[in-house]
């Protein structure tokens, strides 16, 4: 059974940095991919960045680029997401998504099979 976990939320000032951990099991496959998605109060999940596992392909979405940075452990079956300069409207629930394969759109949210429970968080001064 897939399962995935996030952690690291919390609520931080405006330009603090925060990283957030999904652990992930009950996979073990050459082509999948990992992603980050967002919702914030009453707006659609978005995807944020996503990174293939088998090469280690990273992707961004434009309001991220730059700030936000992919990364995984294949020991820990950890992957990481490292946010600086956060920004009120990074605000929203955090969720992290396998798809098991690596064909289609990098964040299309139907694409992906699995999700974890989601984590909040809050961007405030």
């Known amino acids: 059974q897939v399962q995935l976990a996030e952690s690291g939320g919390g609520v931080v000032r405006p330009g603090e940095s925060l990283r957030l951990s999904c652990t992930f099991s009950?996979?073990?496959?050459?082509?999948?991919?990992i992603a980050w998605f967002r919702q914030a109060p009453g707006m659609e999940r978005e995807g944020l960045s996503v990174?293939?596992?088998?090469?280690?392909?990273?992707y961004y979405t434009n309001s991220v680029k730059g700030r936000f940075t992919i990364s995984r452990d294949n020991a820990k079956n950890t992957v990481y997401l490292q946010m600086n300069s956060l920004k009120a409207e990074d605000t929203g629930i955090y969720f992290c998504a396998v798809d098991l394969s690596e064909i289609g759109a990098p964040l299309a949210r139907e694409l992906y099979d699995a999700w974890g429970q989601g984590i909040q968080v809050t961007v405030s001064s």
């Open positions: 990174i293939y596992g088998s090469d280690d392909y990273t």
């Open positions: 009950g996979f073990q496959m050459d082509y999948y991919r």
